[in-house]
């Protein structure tokens, strides 16, 4: 890990540190986040790519996850920013799947 990167992660370790139980209401951003997303990305594809990098991220994060590893909330912080995301994502997209209507061929007027 190059020296920049591993004070800038030294720092996040610390930051994470302090805050403490101030940690948790950022799952609900990342929620949101995710769910508006899934507004900005219009095409499935592009949901798919997110949900896999999500996915990736989180898995890679928990991967490294050692009892005696380095930057244990770094990489919970990671992990659970991922898991939200996609949780976010998924939560939209079931609903529409569920109450969605077929979409409008073309311009009509009643």
């Known amino acids: 890990m190059s020296s920049g990167l591993r004070a800038a992660a030294l720092q996040a370790e610390h930051f994470l540190d302090r805050a403490g139980f101030e940690r948790a209401p950022w799952i609900a951003v990342g929620f949101a986040t995710g769910i508006a997303l899934w507004f900005q990305l219009t095409q499935p594809e592009q949901w798919l790519a997110l949900l896999c990098l999500c996915a990736a991220s989180a898995l890679g994060a928990l991967a490294m996850l050692r009892p005696d590893g380095e930057f244990p909330y770094l990489r919970l912080a990671v992990a ?5 995301l996609a949780a976010g994502c ?8 569920l109450v969605g209507t077929p979409a409008i061929g073309a311009p009509v007027a009643a």
């Open 80 to 84: 659970g920013m991922a898991i939200a």
């Open 90 to 97: 998924l939560t939209v997209l079931g609903k529409s799947a």
